[in-house]
């Protein structure tokens, strides 16, 4: 049996060839993506998914190979390279010899189709095609274009360097729980399981009786359980799936999304934890740049969402390069009211569509117009926007003193997207935990379901905090061309939207 290798090994082992070489006893397999048939010869282009790189395949006029049509997979049988005098463009050809499987020369270069196509039903063609159409019309073919196969590899790579930083950083990969009994955001966006009754509440104590039965949820966030676990590892993080059972359908909302969450010990302040962050992000950017040839693909214009754009891959390797050489600024919420109040009165015309272009009242949350600008246009950078008014964010947050009207929390905004990671410090005073909770009708009395959460701050308490890292969004943001985060995950889920596929 030949042994099987993939394209992208191919292009490894082509460097080393400087004349015509014949891999014996090697197969390969791939996907027709374009065909050129002229008089004498015939170009085909093919794809195995390893790669964003095509194989270029020259097969003379043989009687034995039937005509190849896109979408149709093949295998190649001791593939000749034949190095190309531009290599800028590729590095070598695969030349066929033989298309027959009855060949009596087995050590001749031969391409044999295993699967056919049918014209009636593949909707894919050598044309450029929306993602709209994509998205909607042919969602399990969407993986076989160039564009969208190449963001796959990019977010497979971009994981991969998310695991490799937190370790050289010495944080303790964990698995905490997706079925959980609390609302860690508190916005009551929970998707319920059923049937009810399945696990029981075991924080009430024994005397009680037996525990009340738990209504059971997916995860809006794994972070409760990373406190637990930081609180005897000291640092740890985790990348799973969350759910969010909002009714937005926009081009930055998804019900199942995945996030990179991260939980430490010992740190006192906001801007330690914005540091942290930045070093991070920073890191996995940075060792994108040596790779970007590969993991940008070389797009031709794109129909995006009713509009054509084309990746230009020196561009966003600029992009990439900035944001690792320059310092992403820090900025309050107060601050960016001032900004945002002053933009408004300094416009002759409505300059913001949200809220008729009125002026953003303290207290308000920082809509997704707002933020897109500040990021994109204000400071042209990510920026850290920290101090939130308590009321606008999450329980567990810890208050600044001795004011208590705002929390030690942070908002990380970048162009064209927006939020793409919020984290705080938690609060570790027992008694002022117990208070806001009280006022915000969440005691361990009224839901005992998280007393356990209030218990880690009477015993061994430290000053902690962390952050969630939207996957879709970070991936969507660096890949450029676009900003719709419904492509940067292989099936996405929103209201209203399909789950079969």
């Not at 034995?64 to 463009?89: D, F, Q």
């Not at 696990?199 to 009786?209: D, E, H, L, N």
């Not at 005992?448 to 890292?469: A, C, E, I, Q």
């Amino acid at each position: 049996m030949p042994t099987l290798t993939t394209i992208k090994n191919l292009f490894v082992q082509a460097k080393n060839i400087s004349k015509p070489t014949i891999l014996n006893n090697t197969q390969v397999n791939g996907w027709v993506k374009s065909v050129r048939n002229l008089k004498h010869i015939t170009f085909v282009d093919i794809s195995d998914g390893t790669t964003s790189s095509n194989l270029k395949i020259v097969i003379p006029k043989l009687q034995n190979i039937s005509p190849l049509k896109m979408g149709e997979s093949v295998k190649i049988i001791n593939p000749e390279l034949i190095p190309t005098a531009n290599k800028r463009e590729q590095l070598f050809e695969v030349k066929i010899h033989n298309g027959g499987s009855d060949s009596n020369d087995n050590n001749l270069s031969q391409l044999i189709k295993l699967g056919s196509i049918d014209p009636a039903t593949y909707p894919l063609q050598k044309k450029q095609l929306g993602l709209n159409y994509l998205r909607n019309t042919a969602p399990q073919y969407k993986f076989k274009t160039d564009y969208l196969s190449s963001m796959m590899r990019f977010r497979s790579f971009i994981e991969l360097q998310i695991f490799k930083t937190m370790d050289e950083m010495g944080y303790i990969k964990v698995s905490p729980p997706i079925i959980t009994g609390s609302d860690c955001e508190g916005a009551g966006e929970l998707f319920e399981l059923l049937p009810r009754g399945y696990f029981k509440k075991t924080s009430a104590p024994i005397s009680q009786g037996t525990p009340a039965l738990s209504n059971s949820y997916l995860t809006v966030s794994t972070q409760l359980h990373l406190e637990v676990l930081a609180q005897s590892l000291s640092s740890v993080y985790t990348l799973t799936p969350c759910f969010r059972a909002e009714k937005s359908d926009t081009n930055r909302h998804l019900s199942e999304f995945w996030m990179m969450e991260l939980e430490t010990c010992f740190i006192e302040d906001i801007h330690e934890l914005c540091g942290i962050t930045q070093s991070i992000l920073k890191e996995v950017i940075k060792n994108c740049i040596p790779h970007y040839e590969e993991l940008l693909p070389n797009m031709k214009p794109l129909d995006i969402d009713g509009g054509s754009t084309k990746m230009d891959k020196k561009k966003i390797l600029d992009s990439w390069e900035n944001l690792v050489k320059n310092k992403w600024p820090i900025v309050t919420y107060t601050e960016v009211i001032n900004i945002l109040n002053r933009k408004i009165k300094e416009s002759k015309v409505q300059f913001f569509k949200y809220n008729n272009g009125k002026e953003v009242q303290w207290g308000d949350d920082i809509h997704s117009e707002y933020e897109k600008w500040l990021a994109g246009e204000y400071f042209a950078s990510p920026v850290f926007v920290i101090d939130y008014p308590k009321n606008i964010k999450a329980f567990y947050m810890k208050q600044n003193t001795p004011d208590n009207k705002t929390v030690s929390c942070f908002d990380l905004l970048v162009p064209e997207i927006g939020e793409i990671v919020g984290g705080s410090m938690r609060e570790d005073r027992y008694d002022v935990l117990l208070k806001e909770m009280e006022a915000r009708g969440m005691s361990s009395n009224s839901d005992p379901s998280l007393k356990w959460y209030l218990d880690l701050r009477m015993n061994g308490t430290v000053p902690h905090g962390g952050f969630g890292l939207g996957i879709e969004r970070f991936v969507t943001y660096l890949f450029g061309g676009h900003n719709n985060i419904k492509d940067a995950i292989p099936f996405y889920r929103v209201a209203n939207g399909p789950i079969d596929i």
